[in-house]
């Protein structure tokens, strides 16, 4: 059974720091890409990051560029979104997509930013 199960959302400071995990199971994880998104109420999906199948190539939103990074251990089968500084525009339910020739989703993970 195909799993992808996102953790480590909660809430948090402005200024604060979460780490978001990616783990999977079902399928090889090694080879398949991997891409965080995050959709805030009210507002279209988007891709926050994206990480090639071996690690070696990185991608981020510009919004997010320099305070995120993303990084995977495929020994472990899980994916990461370190978030560092993060602001109250960062507040939004984040999903963790695994794409190859087939696409899985995880069931997301909700961030709120707040004072």
């Known amino acids: 059974q195909v799993q992808l199960v996102e953790s480590g959302g909660g809430l948090v400071q402005p200024g604060g720091s979460l780490r978001l995990s990616c783990a999977a199971s079902?399928?090889?994880?090694?080879?398949?890409?991997v891409v965080w998104y995050r959709q805030a109420p009210g507002k279209e999906r988007e891709l926050v990051a994206a990480i090639s199948s071996a690690g070696g190539r990185t991608n981020y939103a510009d919004s997010v560029k320099g305070r995120v990074t993303i990084s995977r251990d495929n020994a472990k089968n899980t994916a990461y979104l370190q978030m560092n500084s993060l602001k109250p525009e960062d507040t939004a339910v984040y999903y963790c997509?695994?794409?190859?020739?087939?696409?899985?989703w995880g069931q997301g993970t909700q961030v709120t930013v707040s004072s």
């Open positions: 997509n695994a794409r190859l020739i087939y696409e899985y």
């Open positions: 079902g399928f090889t994880f090694s080879s398949y890409e």
